[in-house]
């Protein structure tokens, strides 16, 4: 039965939106509550994600909707400040925003991107781009992953920085419109589910029922979005699984975007193959010897899940809404 090992993980029960932006608040400020409020907040996802973890281990079936739920309504706050090198016309504020970590960051930064704009002159504004300690953020990255593979060992907020000019060619693509993104967004959906599907489910879907996808995504609608996610997550009962798990890999240190490859989730014996037989196959340095001391946390959506994971159980419940698993390798922290 799969298991998870806790790190930092949104969840719905979580303090509301007005708790944590007094929180983020809190942080800039220096409050000395703030820490206290951080570790509640922490304490709160570490208590949900223990039940669900003695539900499985015990083999009883959590409900899959609300782990689906918790994965769904996971957030980053966010702290966004004006790189100093643009032109303002008066001082720019910084902005505070509680991130999706299923979305992607053009999507949902509209008001960020609203605010800076109200203290500069039209003629200095350009397309708009994000970056973290120097490092571009990829719009067409989710932003869960994102963190994760930048960030997940920082302090909260997440501090990002906004600018409007010297836009970098040569490591993001340009994001013109919202289109793009539905765009991007469709067509990862399309090769996941030729991967599990053969393309077989997503083809026969109308085109109503796509674009009820991508307004889910884009409205934030976990029910509508999972109205129809849902037959993207169904397999025949005799085949155990999907034909082949759509996910790729990220490693924080190397340039290489990721790695991708076929790999069935159920082996030639009918096991159940799980995430360590993966990363033994495709990324082996991303495994702690037997003997050795650990050097890589492996993440996706914040957490840790233990290599005794069936593969076929984390497809279903923690890929992102493009259907993949995004799986993060990072160093392990030294603190």
């Known amino acids: 039965m799969p298991l998870v090992r806790h790190s930092t993980w949104g969840d719905r029960n979580k303090p509301s939106h007005e708790s944590i932006d007094l929180l983020i608040k809190q942080r800039v400020w220096g409050i000395s509550k703030e820490e206290q409020s951080l570790k509640f907040s922490i304490s709160l996802v570490k208590e949900k994600l223990q039940s669900i973890c003695a539900a499985l281990s015990t083999g009883r079936m959590t409900d899959d909707k609300d782990v689906l739920r918790d994965v769904w309504f996971g957030r980053i706050p966010t702290c966004f400040t004006l790189y100093q090198d ?8 910084p902005y505070y ?11 949902v930064t509209d008001k960020v991107k609203k605010h800076f704009q109200k203290v500069m002159r039209q003629e200095d504004i350009s397309e708009i781009w994000f970056e973290y300690e120097g490092t571009p953020l990829k719009w067409h990255y989710p932003i869960g992953l994102l963190f994760d593979l930048l960030a997940s060992n920082t302090a909260l907020p997440w501090n990002i920085t906004v600018h409007f000019k010297s836009f970098p060619e040569k490591d993001l693509l340009h994001c013109p419109s919202k289109d793009t993104i539905e765009a991007h967004f469709m067509s990862c959906m ?3 589910d030729a991967l599990k599907h053969k393309s077989q489910v997503i083809n026969e879907m109308q085109k109503k029922d796509h674009k009820q996808l991508w307004m889910g995504l884009q409205n934030d609608k976990f029910d509508q979005f999972w109205a129809i996610n849902r037959k993207l997550m169904e397999y025949p009962a005799e085949d155990n699984g999907f034909r082949y798990i759509p996910f790729r890999i990220y490693q924080a240190t190397t340039e290489r975007p990721f790695i991708q490859k076929l790999f069935r989730p159920v082996a030639v014996d009918g096991q159940l193959h799980t995430l360590g037989d993966l990363l033994k196959e495709v990324c082996p340095s991303a495994i702690t010897p037997e003997d050795g001391v650990k050097k890589n946390q492996i993440m996706i959506h914040g957490i840790e899940p233990m290599l005794e994971t069936p593969l076929q159980w984390l497809s279903e419940h923690l890929s992102y809404p ?12 030294t603190d």
Do not use: M
């Open 86 to 93: 643009e032109i303002t016309e008066r001082e720019a504020e």
């Open 97 to 107: 925003l509680l991130l999706p970590r299923v979305s992607y960051l053009t999507l």
């Open 190 to 192: 399309k090769e996941a």
């Open 322 to 333: 493009d259907n993949f698993l995004h799986i993060s390798i990072i160093p392990q922290s």
